[in-house]
């Protein structure tokens, strides 16, 4: 496996005691011994006493709880970075209130060559509608302006910045007077980004790096690819990754592979997979996630990218090269061509060769009992964003208007996945829905669709060991002796453990139980405050003052 992590001075042995340690070596942990970049002991207070003498460094941790980092296995960095330091369209209410944000933004922005933001969602506002053309062009001054949609999917643009691409209005996705979407779209954003420095880069690389650290997230999956960003974005951001202080970053490259030496060069870009955001189809915000039957406010079925024969090309090319695949899936159509690709893939090369790779799929929304079967028998990672349901779902939410409210409450089936064995791994698909472990957690365990819900337990071990068992790794996310030490340390209330008969409306604070517990995450409830983040045994944040 090749990652980034943060350079590593002289390795200290530390002993934590005083606190709650959620290990499932010993479920009333109050101490961690830390050697050499690992775990090196779970135990008792009573027990930490035989250690104190021999250690580098004693951290009392005054009854705050330790867990491991969180694991966020869905994340464009770059575009995170970009939104954390630039315009954020997300918090805007209406469309004037968007309109204005861009007039701000361009005013206090006068040597960029082109404006860059995110996050606007028409269909949370009164106008249920995005913003014209002219409109951009009246509030940013005439100047080249780039706005994709929350879901990345679909952007709305100024006319000078369809200036500088040549033929755009040739090609498949331009619509005068409607979001660009599918190779339209990817040609504006290449030129969007083809103006940022490599200064602002690495600004906006490091800004999301850190908010991920001081969220208690010790590893990010960036999920890269040329429809999606470029080569030199990728590899700056592992070079940075490798080079400073921060998270871990695993990349994957999302390009289809033909055989040893398409997956050979993946390799060479320092990507682990070739998967990620290889787009089967597109989002259903932006009307392009490709579905069985029509949606019910739009008289078509979407956009597919990769038909069945190719996700098995892909993914046999893959495995024989003992490289990961990996798909962009929405819609049920989607998801059938994902699992038929698999399927023929298994049936030329074996079933356990294939469930060996452990090629995975992101997001995995309209999942039938057929697919959820599926994704069981080949062994697929379902990489799934729980802030998804949290924004869009429910009966009156984005889901039901694209959908219609039977098929909406279908969406997103963590307790079936679950139930059938599927691999989870949590993730926040950030710029989309912002870097929120706990919050993402909470959504898992409070899915708005009450059959879909998981207990908290199950959510936080699929953003905590989920996100290193997608990579191929067994023996990480977990505070038990021999597992690298990357654990992130909280200030909460006290800890409960969920009733098994009623996940979320009941809670014990019974010890007996023999189960780590995990804070009150009930809607409402105040999420815990990381202070401090730490890396392979290296701090990579610590909250000031504490």
Same mark, same amino acid.
Request: aromatic share 6%; hydrophobic share 45%.
């Given at each position: ?10 390795? @200290? ?82 469309? !004037? ?9 361009? !005013? ?24 014209? $053309? /002219? ?16 879901? #990345? ?18 090609? &498949? ?86 055989? /040893?030496? &398409? ?40 956009? /597919? ?9 892909? #993914? ?7 490289? +990961?695949?990996?798909?962009? !899936? ?51 990672? !379902? ?35 679950? @139930?059938?064995? #599927? ?49 191929? $790794? ?23 453990? +969920?009733?098994? &008969? ?45």
């Amino acid at each position: 496996m090749t990652e980034s992590a943060a350079p590593q001075s002289e390795h @200290r042995t530390v002993l934590l005691r005083g606190g709650e340690v959620h290990s499932p070596a010993d479920p009333f942990a109050t101490a961690m011994v830390v050697e050499r970049g690992h775990v090196a002991w779970v135990g008792s207070e009573g027990a930490a006493d035989a250690f104190a003498a021999g250690v580098d460094e004693v951290v009392d941790l005054e009854g705050a709880l330790v867990t491991p980092a969180f694991t966020d296995a869905h994340v464009h960095t770059t575009a995170t970075g970009l939104a954390l330091t630039g315009l954020d369209l997300s918090g805007a209410r209406t469309l !004037a209130d968007a309109l204005a944000l861009v007039r701000e933004h361009s !005013a206090a922005h006068p040597g960029d060559t082109v404006l860059l933001g995110h996050g606007w969602d028409a269909s949370r506002w009164p106008e249920q509608r995005p913003p014209s $053309r /002219a409109e951009l062009d009246e509030a940013s001054g005439g100047r080249p302006l780039y706005l994709p949609r929350i879901d #990345v999917h679909s952007a709305v643009v100024t006319t000078a910045l369809l200036d500088r691409v040549p033929g755009v209005t040739g090609l &498949d996705g331009h619509h005068p007077e409607a979001p660009l979407t599918g190779a339209a779209h990817h040609a504006v954003r290449a030129a969007a980004h083809g103006a940022i420095t490599p200064a602002q880069r690495a600004a906006a690389q490091r800004a999301a790096l850190r908010r991920a650290a001081s969220l208690g997230i010790g590893t990010v999956h960036e999920c890269a690819g040329p429809d999606i960003s470029d080569e030199d974005d990728f590899t700056s951001l592992l070079a940075l990754a490798g080079a400073e202080p921060g998270p871990r970053v695993v990349g994957y490259w999302a390009e289809r592979v033909a055989n /040893a030496k &398409d997956a050979q060069r993946i390799r060479e870009l320092g990507a682990i997979g070739a998967a990620g955001d290889l787009f089967v189809d597109g989002s259903l915000g932006s009307h392009t996630a490709c579905l069985h039957t029509p949606y019910a406010d739009a008289a078509h079925t979407g956009s /597919a990218h990769l038909d069945a024969a190719a996700v098995a090309a892909h #993914v046999t090319a893959c495995t024989e090269a003992g490289l +990961q695949a990996g798909f962009h !899936a929405i819609g049920d159509a989607a998801l059938t061509a994902v699992v038929d690709g698999v399927r023929a893939a298994a049936d030329a090369l074996g079933l356990a060769r294939v469930r060996a790779a452990r090629h995975r799929v992101e997001h995995a929304e309209m999942l039938t009992p057929e697919t959820i079967a599926a994704f069981a028998e080949f062994g697929l990672t !379902a990489s799934v964003q729980p802030a998804f349901d949290a924004a869009w779902g429910g009966d009156e939410g984005m889901y039901a208007q694209r959908l219609g409210v039977d098929r909406a409450r279908t969406l997103n089936p963590y307790a079936a996945l679950l @139930r059938a064995g #599927v691999p989870l791994a949590f993730g926040s698909d950030s710029p989309v829905t912002p870097l929120d472990p706990w919050g993402t957690v909470r959504a898992a365990a409070f899915h708005r669709t009450s059959e879909h819900r998981v207990s908290a337990r199950a959510a936080f071990t699929a953003h905590t060991r989920g996100g290193w068992r997608a990579i191929g $790794r067994d023996d990480a996310g977990v505070l038990v002796p021999g597992a690298p030490a990357d654990y992130a340390v909280w200030r909460t209330g006290e800890l409960v453990v +969920q009733a098994p &008969d009623d996940r979320v409306a009941r809670w014990s604070t019974d010890p007996r139980s023999g189960t780590p517990g995990l804070p009150d995450l009930t809607p409402g409830a105040e999420l815990p405050v990381c202070l401090r983040t730490v890396v392979f045994g290296q701090t990579v944040f610590a909250r000031p003052n504490e």
